[in-house]
Structure formats: C-alpha cells, structure tokens
C-alpha cells in the first residue's frame, strides 16, 4: 500500500554554504502536520525567490530512491535527507503524471512541478558526509527529482497515511518526463505545449513561462502579407 512514512519539517539556519548564509534543507519528522496552500505547518522556506509558492508548495521523495542514493554514496540517508517534506513508499513519484491527485490524510494534492537540484543541495550533502563530487550533474542524470505538490484540500498529514490516486490525466507526461524536459533533454518540452502552443494547464507557472519562451525562440515571426499595389522595392 503506498503510504508516506514520514513527515518532514525545517525553518532557516545558519550555513556558510547556502547562497543565502542560511538553509531551510535540515528538516526533522513531525508525527502531524497541518497542510496549507503554502506547505506544511512548521516548515518555512528560505530562498522564497527560487523555492516555495502554490506550485512547490510540499515536496515528495521516495524511499526507494533515498536507498538507491545511499547504495551509491556509501552511506544511509535518512527520512527527510533530502529535506523533502514527504518521505513515501510503495509508490513510484517520478512516474506519477504532472496534474495526477493524491488524497493523503485529510488533504488532497496535484503534481505540478519538479526539484532541479542546486548548489545549496550539493552543499547539504557535502554537509552530510556524503560523496557530493558533481552531485548536480549526477543527480540531473538520474532523472529521478521527486515531484512537487500543489495543495487543492486543505488539511493534515501523518506518518502511515495512506497515498490514494484520485485522479490521473492519462496523458503520460510524467514528472520525469518534465525533469527531462526542463533540464537535459529540451525536445521534450514539444511535448507539453498543444497545437496553440499553449503548456499542459497543470504545469507550475514557472514551467509554463519556460515553455513559451522556448516554444515563442522555435517559431518565426509572422510575414506582413504583401500588398499588390506597392512599389516594388529598389
């Protein structure tokens, strides 16, 4: 059954590593957790120019994940480590469908956004003990970000709440998908725009404004049509 085994929560402190002197990534586990249009009670962003807003609003990790990155960086990583503020499992996030909802506890959820790794992330891991040599790149290459969670419900999440699939587009494009897109492989990005170039409606606005800037550099401004009566150019 797919369930989230931890909630997590953090508030700004001070790091000499962080591009702000401070970082909200060291987050602990909370038994219960007030969910808001903004995150979870308790939790407060630092860099609220990059990070935070409806559509990053509660971000998701899987455990399954956190123990494939501790097989290869040659240490465990806890629930949380990677300052995601829902640790599931049983459940594979990065396939979950951008505009897919989830009931968990009393609230209810829709994927919006993805994670794009920083150097403050790589700064945290380093921070950990971790092997963080290209962690950026290394992380980007897996495509595997975790995704972020708008909030349509408000209400509370626990530990051992079960993760209900109340909806799912059917579209296919995936919160990998969109990492891809974003990120490594920007062909990808055709794939959220329609026939108007407009982006899949469920998008955060972030991705949707990259999209269209993409989308308006790809096609070429409109000829004035010509008029029959003008003078022929010298």
């Not at 494009?173 to 969109?178: C, G, K, Q």
Request: aromatic share 8%; charged share 30%; proline share 6%.
């Amino acid at each position: 059954m797919p369930r989230v085994i931890s909630a997590n929560v953090g508030r700004p402190k001070d790091a000499a590593w962080a591009g702000l002197g401070a970082t909200s990534m060291d987050k602990s586990s909370v038994e219960r957790a007030r969910v808001t249009t903004l995150g979870l009670a308790g939790d407060q962003v630092t860099d609220t120019k990059h990070h935070g807003g409806v559509d990053q609003a509660v971000y998701v990790f899987a455990r399954e994940d956190l123990d494939l990155w501790g097989e290869r960086l040659g240490k465990p990583i806890r629930d949380g480590g990677f300052a995601e503020n829902l640790t599931t499992e049983g459940i594979d996030v990065n396939e979950a469908e951008i505009g897919e909802q989830w009931r968990i506890g009393t609230a209810l959820f829709e994927v919006a956004h993805v994670r794009t790794p920083c150097n403050d992330f790589k700064g945290w891991m380093g921070v950990g003990g971790y092997d963080n040599s290209h962690w950026v790149k290394r992380f980007s290459v897996e495509a595997r970000p975790g995704p972020y969670l708008r909030v349509l419900e408000e209400g509370e999440v626990a530990a051992g709440d079960e993760i209900e699939v109340v909806h799912r587009p059917g579209h296919g494009l995936t919160v990998s998908t969109l990492f891809k897109a974003l990120n490594t492989e920007h062909g990808l990005r055709r794939l959220f725009l329609d026939d108007d170039g407009e982006p899949l409606a469920a998008l955060g606005a972030e991705a949707k404004e990259r999209f269209r800037e993409w989308a308006a550099q790809r096609v070429p401004a409109p000829r004035e049509p010509l008029d029959p009566m003008a003078e022929p150019a010298e």
